[in-house]
């Protein structure tokens, strides 16, 4: 089994920051690409960032500049760094890693239960 644990989400100012944190545990081969979704009140959720394995980035056009994922293999976590947050930010943030148990690199979802972000004006 294998859960992932979202952490770092709060209430914070427009302009301020915050640092989300997820770690992945369980009986875990490698994971391939990790990522970080949102999902705002009556909206779809959406990518804000991927991260392979091999440190390939993407970023959501809305988040680039501003927002910076990195992972650490070693410890099977990823993070997302916030910076200049607006009212738009303001989402549940979930966690989203390719879990690798086998040989065959052929990897499964896993989702965290999210963290809540709110950004007040």
């Known amino acids: 089994q294998v859960q992932l644990v979202e952490s770092g989400g709060g209430l914070v100012q427009a302009g301020g920051s915050l640092r989300l944190s997820c770690v992945a545990s369980g009986s875990i081969r490698s994971i391939n690409a990790m990522a970080w979704y949102r999902q705002a009140p009556g909206k779809q959720r959406e990518m804000v960032a991927r991260?392979?394995?091999?440190?390939?980035?993407n970023y959501a056009d809305s988040v680039k500049g501003r927002f910076t994922i990195s992972r650490d293999n070693a410890k099977n976590t990823v993070y997302l760094q916030m910076n200049s947050l607006n009212t738009e930010d303001t989402a549940v943030y979930y966690c989203?890693?390719?879990?690798?148990?086998?040989?065959?690199?052929?990897?499964?979802?896993?989702w965290g239960q999210g963290t809540q972000v709110t950004v007040s004006s």
């Open positions: 991260i392979t394995s091999g440190g390939r980035i």
């Open positions: 989203n890693a390719g879990v690798v148990f086998g040989p065959s690199r052929r990897d499964y979802d896993y």
